[in-house]
């Protein structure tokens, strides 16, 4: 993703969309003198593989937050600080609170994370919702724009072990209890098991087919080599075939021997 289009469209995107989400909660017969201008902003990020949505009352009623598709990373929304949240006190008098720009982006990715350390470890005894973190799904903050190198590949980083434990507590289930496993599966899991490209009884890794240059039959996408229905093999690379194991190198045919030999 080049800078240009992060420093250009995808901020004036977010900027609106933001601005449209703290417009649903703030009443325009308030003194504009009560708003503080941004100090600067923070800005929302995802590396997630799907597409999720963060409801945040009173401060943002909706956020959408896009998978990061075919980019490495997406641009969500941006959040200013200081957060101006408008309010009523005791009296009925309309107010305006300043919020930390920063906890409310913690709030996005994780609202029971109550620290500003996106990569801490919660205690399960305070995780109230299951599905409520989403910076182990790839969702993250940052100070900067773009982000910096490292704050995607901690944010990648929690995304990978996330997935990781799902599937290894996937796969004891499949051997020790096949009915838990089919309860426990979700959407998650799946998008694991395809970004590692793992194959599960539960999941399998779409492949793109091609055509064998040799038969015409349908084969996996870079195929050195194939099983007829006869389960005799049809070789396209002799080189991986045969260093895979899966052919001798004396029954490579004379005719490929020489055109190799004539390459080197």
């Not at 963060?54 to 959408?64: A, G, H, N, T």
């Not at 994780?110 to 910076?135: A, H, R």
Request: proline share 6%.
């Amino acid at each position: 993703m080049s800078e240009a289009r992060i420093e250009g469209e995808l901020p004036a995107v977010s900027k609106s969309m933001t601005a449209a989400e703290h417009g649903k909660f703030v009443d325009t017969t308030l003194d504009p003198n009560m708003f503080r201008k941004p100090d600067y902003y923070i800005y929302i990020y995802s590396v997630a593989d799907s597409d999720l949505t963060r409801e945040l009352p009173p401060q943002l009623s909706r956020v959408s937050i896009p998978g990061r598709g075919k980019e490495r990373y997406r641009l969500a929304t941006q959040i200013a600080h200081p957060f101006n949240q408008p309010d009523t006190d005791a009296n009925g008098k309309r107010i305006c609170y300043y919020l930390d720009g920063r906890r409310v982006a913690m709030d996005i990715c994780n609202p029971e994370n109550i620290s500003l350390n996106q990569d801490i470890t919660l205690d399960p005894k305070s995780v109230l919702s299951e599905g409520n973190n989403y910076s182990r799904k790839g969702v993250f903050w940052s100070m900067h724009n773009p982000p910096l190198e490292e704050e995607i590949k901690a944010a990648e980083g929690r995304k990978e072990n996330y997935y990781r434990t799902r599937l290894q507590r996937l796969r004891a289930l499949e051997v020790s209890d096949p009915r838990a496993l089919n309860e426990a599966l979700g959407k998650d899991d799946h998008l694991a098991a395809e970004y590692f490209g793992e194959e599960f009884t539960w999941h399998r890794v779409a492949q793109r087919k091609a055509e064998c240059p040799n038969c015409m039959a349908d084969i996996k996408q870079g195929a050195a080599f194939h099983f007829l229905p006869n389960n005799r093999i049809c070789v396209i690379d002799w080189e991986k075939a045969i260093s895979s194991g899966a052919v001798d190198a004396k029954d490579r045919p004379a005719a490929v021997v020489k055109k190799s030999v004539a390459r080197v």
